[in-house]
């Protein structure tokens, strides 16, 4: 009599577990679907609801709170419904996707719908193809736009960098550190139209004797003549600008460049004094080679900035006197003459010029193992 072949108990035990039921799956939809119907709800309640505004407010916010830990919760909860092959597999998309989410309804829809705006004329009601994107590189103020951009990418992004690091490397070997530092990092901890509206008062100019901004008091004092920094000297007048985006961003190059500078191998550093290399030599040899990875992470970050650059320009200037950037005529078109095709159009120019450096951050985040 032949032996019956039978299939071992925790064999099928174990082909079983591996099995995705079908109760897992329509569980864990319903807990979807439940989440944005009670979500929703909850929204058009506050978007609709007669209470006081203080109160609207508590319970919104205790409903942001709490409606995100229970969305990570109850979702969490229906995957662990699965087997532990498919449970590893989909719990990092429910920490993820929620984020993902709230980045393509907020950044990327944005993005497709001003792109497709683009190809509009002003009201957006006629297809005029490339035409906006050919007016861009004739208009004179758009060439003027560009240069200064020009300007405020190479001549404020090269001094931060620059004055980044030669302080980073006197304060580290100062012993009143983390009072310079401090010093220097303050003007990070204020936005760009607090510091356009401070350093408007430092360039202010009123005809006369008496100059209430400090750097025409100064002028005056040593028997100078009293200058319009901001509109009469053109172009130069944008470097004056400039200064304050380098009064900002000095300080957090500085702090990247200080922990950077730290962790170089004290031991190569005392080798190379030993082999009779000048500090000089070693600062151009082992520490600018050894921290190149933050040098470049640093440009690349001031160089959005500085390729965004609105606040400052329009509190200081409004974009006058030659002071425009392609973000000012951005909003100077789309908002204030309703000219919808061309504005975005200039937003969707800024955003190609901005997109090869963020690639490159990410790229060398990737690197460094940042994800």
Request: charged share 10%; proline share 4%; net charge positive.
């Amino acid at each position: 009599m032949d032996a019956q072949i039978r299939p071992e108990p925790g064999a099928a035990g174990a082909q079983a577990s591996q099995r995705i039921s079908g109760r897992a799956v329509l569980l864990s939809l319903g807990v979807l679907l439940a989440n944005i119907v009670v979500n929703g709800l909850i929204f058009l309640f506050f978007r609709d609801s007669t209470l006081h505004p203080l109160l609207t407010a508590v319970l919104a916010v205790l409903w942001g709170v709490l409606g995100v830990y229970l969305i990570y919760y109850t979702l969490t909860w229906a995957v662990e419904q699965y087997p532990d092959h498919v449970r590893r597999k989909v719990l990092p998309y429910v920490f993820v996707g929620p984020a993902v989410l709230i980045l393509g309804w907020l950044l990327i829809l944005p993005a497709l719908r001003t792109l497709y705006l683009s190809f509009f004329n002003a009201s957006s009601e006629k297809f005029v193809g490339l035409s906006n994107y050919a007016a861009i590189f004739s208009d004179r103020l758009m060439a003027t736009a560009l240069r200064n951009n020009l300007l405020w990418v190479f001549v404020g992004t090269l001094a931060c960098v620059c004055f980044g690091l030669l302080i980073a490397i006197l304060a580290d070997r100062s012993s009143y550190e983390r009072i310079a530092k401090s010093i220097i990092f303050m003007p990070m901890a204020i936005s760009f139209v607090a510091a356009g509206v401070i350093w408007k008062f430092v360039y202010y100019y009123q005809p006369g004797d008496e100059q209430i901004g400090l750097l025409n008091a100064i002028v005056t004092y040593f028997g100078g003549e009293p200058q319009a920094w901001t509109s009469m000297l053109q172009p130069w007048n944008n470097f004056f600008l400039i200064i304050i985006l380098i009064w900002m961003q000095t300080g957090f190059a500085m702090v990247i460049f200080s922990a950077a500078i730290k962790g170089v191998p004290e031991d190569i550093l005392e080798a190379a004094r030993v082999d009779g290399a000048g500090e000089v030599k070693i600062f151009f040899g082992i520490m600018i080679p050894y921290i190149s990875t933050t040098i470049l992470t640093v440009t690349t970050t001031i160089i959005v900035f500085t390729l965004k650059i609105f606040d400052v320009v329009m509190v200081m200037t409004g974009g006058q006197y030659d002071t425009e950037v392609v973000a000012t005529q951005f909003y100077r078109q789309f908002f204030m003459y309703r000219n919808f095709g061309y504005g975005s159009t200039l937003a969707i120019v800024l955003l190609i010029a901005v997109l090869p450096v963020i690639l490159i951050n990410l790229r060398q985040f990737r690197k460094q193992g940042g994800f």
